[in-house]
Structure formats: C-alpha cells, structure tokens
C-alpha cells in the first residue's frame, strides 16, 4: 500500500489551501503535478482536497475535474466530491447526473436512475443528460455517439477546440474509455499548449485502441515534454529549444514550434542552430520561399551560411 510522505501531503494541502479563490491557478497545480509524471493516486488526493473544500467555482469549472475523476474509474471519489460541492452550494443538473453515472458504474443502477431523473426534470433539453439515461437504461445509442464524435471531429480540424470540449465530454460520460474521444481530447489540449495533459489523453487512448497513430503522438509529445525540462535545466543551451520545436513540426504544429525558436533566440540570440531550424520549421510547412527569403536576409546581415546545408535545408533535410 501507498501512502504520501507527510512533506508530500503537506505540501499538497499548503498549495491548496493557498489557491483557495483562484480556479486558474488550481489548474496550473493539477497540470504542474502531471508534468512531473505523479502518480495516479497524488492527482486523485489534490482534486479531491480541492472539490470537496471549494467555495468560489462554477459547476462547469467543477465537471471537467469530476470527468476526469470518473475517467480514472474512482466512482467513490467523484461522488464524495459532488457532495461536498453541493454542501458548498456549488451544485447544479449536470453535477447531479455525474452522480447518478458513478452510481451506475459502481452497479446501482436505481441510486442512478433517481439522479438522473431528478436532472433530466430539471433540465429537460439537457441532451448530454439523456445520453446517460439512454445508456443505464440499456438504449442502443451508438449512431448518436458516432454522430457526436464527428461533429466534434469536424470542429477540431476547423480549430474549434473549445466547442469540441462540450461533445467529447458527452461522448466520455457515456464510454470514459472511448479512444476516438480520448484522442481528439488530447489534440485540443496539445493546441492549448498543455502538453501534460495532452499526454495524459494520448496515452489513455492508447491503452483503449492500441493504433500507431496513438503511440506516435505519445513519442512526440514525450519529447515536447523532454524539451521544455532541457530549456529548464539548461537555458542556454539550443538543444531543448531544437528537440521542443521539431517534434512540435512533426505533429504539424509549426505556430508553436516558430515560438519555440523566438524564445530560444531570445535567450541565446543569434544561436546559428536555432536560426537554421527556424528556415527548416517554414519549409516543413510548406513556406519554401519564406525559408529562403530568410536565410537570404541572414546572409545579407552577414551570417556565414554552408551552401551545401542551406540547400539540405531548403530540400527539407536537417
């Protein structure tokens, strides 16, 4: 059995008890935990700790957190803390029919039913709601989960992240181990820069479909994640800046890999790595000109640039 030392489980509650009041900044602890890979166990302690205390937040600020409890197959912890919101006058349909789900899960299906039906009455057009009702009382609703996941699909390739969020959240609370679901949540927290998380949902995904494509975001979100500890460790060193941006541009996200090279620059200006990897980042994108308008105005600034290495750049080789 594992227990937390008596510094973790202090230092815990001293951060929690110091966000009291600032939602944001409790995300950042819970994202800051998972960055440092805890275990399960430590995350599950600081969201309970926090939902079960909180005073000033939104039930929408709460579910998400409740989701991931629930995502966790901690049913018993999800419950405690929808109780202990409501006791903290934080309580709303939604919340309520997270309850009836982890009673469902934890087979009670009549606790679970009196839930729901309590949220569904006072929430008639809450479709996530009847979803979850559909799903304990055995409907087949699978074309109506398939149809969620392409919608949300389609959102996320327009760049509509945040939309996505509402349809991927109904299609977890009806499979928490849906890996098509799990997969686009990873993508949306990789486009929030929240690389952690994103791990999080990729590596779920896997463990529900094992795919390729799955593992691969895994690896380079890995070394995203390698990166930024390099820069930390070592900030004036390019090579966490380089390992950072390149597997950023493999995952074709050249926005934050182009600011990835900003700020290396930035603390180590004119690095010759950096300002060549940037030229690379533009031909990765498919920027070919920009690349060599680029290194062309280096060149007229009077960097020394290797014909042969400009043209392996210019053809998209490092």
Known sequence: MRYLS??????????????????????????????????????????????????????????????????YGRYAEARYCIDNLKRNGIQSCDLLALRGLCYYNET?????L?????????DPGNTRIQSIIDQVRGVD?????NELLARARDLVS???????????????????????????????R?????????????????????LEQY???????KQVLNGDRTIRDHPGSHTGYMQKSQALATMKMFEQA????????????????????????????GRVETARNYLFDLEMEGVAIDPALKQQILQGNQ
């Not at 509509?160 to 890996?179: C, G, I, T």
């Not at 593992?215 to 979100?221: K, R």
Request: hydrophobic share 40%.
């Open 141 to 145: 609703n699978g074309d109506a989960m």
């Open 215 to 221: 593992s691969q975001y895994v690896s380079w979100i």
């Open 190 to 210: 990789l486009h929030a820069a929240q690389y952690d998380s994103a791990l999080h949902f990729m590596q779920f995904a896997r463990s529900s479909e094992d």
């Open 114 to 122: 009196k839930d729901l039906e309590e949220a569904i009455a006072g």
């Open 258 to 285: 182009q600011s990835t090279l900003t700020a290396g620059l930035e603390v180590i200006p004119e690095n010759m790595n950096l300002m060549l990897a940037r030229a690379l980042v533009w031909v990765q994108e």
């Open 108 to 112: 009670q299906p009549g606790l679970a």
């Open 6 to 71: 008596f510094t973790g489980v202090a230092m815990i509650i001293c951060s929690l008890l110091s966000c009291q009041g600032s939602h944001e900044k409790m995300l950042k602890q819970f994202e800051q935990l998972k960055k440092e890979q805890s275990e399960q166990f430590k995350i599950v302690y600081a969201y309970t700790t926090y939902l079960s205390t909180a005073r000033g937040i939104e039930p929408s600020e709460a579910i998400p957190l409740i989701n991931e409890l629930i995502s």
């Open 158 to 188: 327009r760049g509509s992240y945040a939309e996505s969020e509402a349809l991927l959240d109904q299609v977890l609370m009806q499979d928490k181990a849906n890996h098509g679901a799990l997969y686009l949540k990873g993508l949306n």
